[in-house]
């Protein structure tokens, strides 16, 4: 049977449209005609063999009912599988009936056509709709997470429609940053929530811009730092077209992450914001630092107002913030944003009381400022720990022994050695109370801490801790060269002495002989050794040279 050039073509058509592939549209052609043909002629028999073939070429597609030729009526166990040899070879030639061969009924299309033609239509646009839906689902269920861009092509008060490629996406009103409006033709930004398949709709790809994650998509646009992950997002709290806290963190310690959120003059944070402008309204955005310590946590999601005291229940997870009198509207926000925003961010109940009124209640909180205190010295100890800890790994255990007898205990040091790595400085002055008598052991010294809050930045690294480590460690060995170099001196001048007093003891000892020559023999040898110099002083006087001439004429004779 020939097939519609027009409908083939259409057909055709889908692979650019719906990224559908042409040997998949060959199949739903081919498996509607089989299928349609089971069900409405030969009755739903699931079991029956039935084949097609089509050339798209002419077009055309013929259809096949395929059964097992048997001998006799009689033997014929399934008639959806099976014809008997009389009824094959009425339908078709004899050379084509063979009893235990497949025998191929041509079924005739045109009768068929004009009776199920509208239902194998629908048919085959149902199949077409699901293999729609598996692509669209394949290729957008990665995508969840993601920041995508469409094109507008419809807009009203209930609902945007976006054109995302190959397909388009409803945004809803309630997915809006506040009541944003939007041109046809303008591309827009949009978060893929979720993608969902069902029977009625196909694939369902949920968009938002009001969602946490538009927002942390931007920031990662935005900030280098955010992409690449040296500045890292704790978590989100939002209100659409009003205002959002984002509380960040970095591993490194050379690396502002708020700094590096915000921009120098707010030049980043300020191009985010602009991404988040509904036609009306800016949306606030709040970058705090995020801490493991929840009092302080709580405390930096509530700025821009000041804590003065606090007091947790862990248990309930609920927190008691103390704020100056001057200083709750700020805490609460307009229409309660602020607090509602801390809240939802750090997962705490958070109540906001006034000082004075806390301290007429008799209520008993912690100053904030101890609270950072003691946040600080944990941390410088822990760190400490840490430092020691990674020293051991790389020195071993025998140095870890040999270093802990040079380096103090971490009570007496760690205030020294490891600097805070928070925002907060503690100043102290101490005074100690002296003995009063020498032979009475020390009091312990009576220690005041006066604690000033104020933002520093410190970069000190592991690295840098373990250098000035080692620059201690050299100095110790220093020390213990030149105590050894004394040490030899020493034994070398104490040898030489001792060498000096073997000689003298061996001049003490040394035996006495007998002189071979007695006294007046040696009063002789010194006379005749006077007169011999006394010669020779004469000898020198005398002047040779008027004894030349005589020698002259005694030669001339």
């Not at 995020?290 to 606090?310: C, H, M, Q, T």
């Amino acid at each position: 049977m020939k097939l519609n050039k027009e409908f083939v073509n259409a057909m055709l058509s889908l692979e650019n449209e719906k990224g559908i592939k042409r040997e998949q549209i060959i199949e739903v052609i081919k498996r509607t005609f089989i299928q349609a043909y089971i069900k409405y002629v030969l009755g739903g028999g699931d079991d029956a063999h039935v084949e097609a073939e089509l050339d798209l070429d002419k077009p055309s597609i013929e259809l096949f009912y395929v059964r097992k030729v048997i001998e006799n009526d009689d033997d014929i166990q399934d008639d959806y599988l099976e014809i008997s040899k009389e009824e094959a070879l009425s339908i078709g030639p004899k050379n084509k009936v063979k009893v235990g061969e497949d025998f191929y009924e041509k079924v005739n299309l045109d009768e068929f056509m004009k009776k199920y033609g509208k239902k194998l239509a629908d048919s085959m646009k149902q199949k077409i709709n699901e293999i729609e839906k598996s692509i669209l689902y394949d290729m957008y269920k990665d995508k969840i997470g993601e920041m995508i861009t469409g094109i507008v092509e419809k807009s009203d008060e209930n609902s945007t429609i976006v054109n995302i490629g190959r397909t388009s996406v409803v945004l809803l009103e309630s997915q809006k940053i506040g009541h944003e409006k939007f041109e046809i033709g303008q591309q827009i930004k949009l978060y893929v929530k979720d993608v969902n398949v069902s029977s009625k709709h196909g694939a369902q790809i949920l968009v938002s811009r009001s969602d946490k994650g538009f927002l942390r998509r931007l920031l990662e646009e935005e900030i280098s730092e955010v992409y690449d992950g040296t500045v890292i997002i704790k978590d989100i709290a939002r209100r659409a077209g009003e205002r959002s806290k984002v509380s960040v963190y970095s591993n490194d310690p050379n690396v502002d992450p708020v700094g590096s959120c915000i921009g120098p003059n707010g030049a980043r944070i300020q191009k985010v914001m602009g991404e988040l402008f509904n036609g009306r309204d800016n949306e606030r955005i709040d970058v705090i630092h995020y801490s493991d310590n929840p009092s302080i946590y709580i405390a930096e999601a509530l700025k821009p107002a000041p804590i003065a005291g606090v007091k947790l229940d862990e248990a309930n997870k609920e927190a008691l913030m103390i704020v100056k009198s001057e200083s709750k509207s700020l805490a609460i926000g307009r229409k309660g944003q602020n607090v509602s925003l801390a809240s939802l961010l750090t997962g705490w109940k958070i109540k906001i009381e006034e000082e004075n009124i806390a301290i007429e209640n008799g209520i008993e909180f912690k100053p904030y400022e101890e609270v950072v205190a003691e946040d600080q010295r944990s941390r410088r100890t822990k760190e400490y720990e840490l430092y020691l800890k990674s020293l051991s790994q790389l020195k071993g255990n025998e140095e870890k022994e040999e270093v802990s007898t040079q380096i103090p205990s971490v009570d007496e040091k760690v205030e020294n050695l490891v600097p805070t790595l928070e925002e907060v400085s503690v100043e102290e002055t101490k005074e100690t109370v002296a003995p009063a008598k020498e032979e009475a052991k020390a009091e312990e010294p009576v220690v005041k801490e006066t604690i000033v809050h104020q933002d520093v930045k410190t970069t000190r690294t592991l690295e840098e801790l373990e250098k000035q480590l080692e620059i201690e460690k050299a100095r110790e060995e220093k020390k213990a060269n030149k105590a050894k170099r004394t040490a030899r001196k020493d034994y070398v001048e104490e040898e030489k002495a001792k060498a000096s007093a073997e000689e003298t003891k061996k001049d003490e000892n040394k035996p006495t002989y007998m002189s071979i020559y007695t006294d007046e023999e040696l009063s002789a040898l010194d006379a005749e050794d006077n007169y011999n110099d006394d010669y020779d002083d004469y000898d020198d006087d005398i002047d040779y040279d008027e004894y030349d001439d005589y020698y002259d004429d005694d030669e001339g004779r």
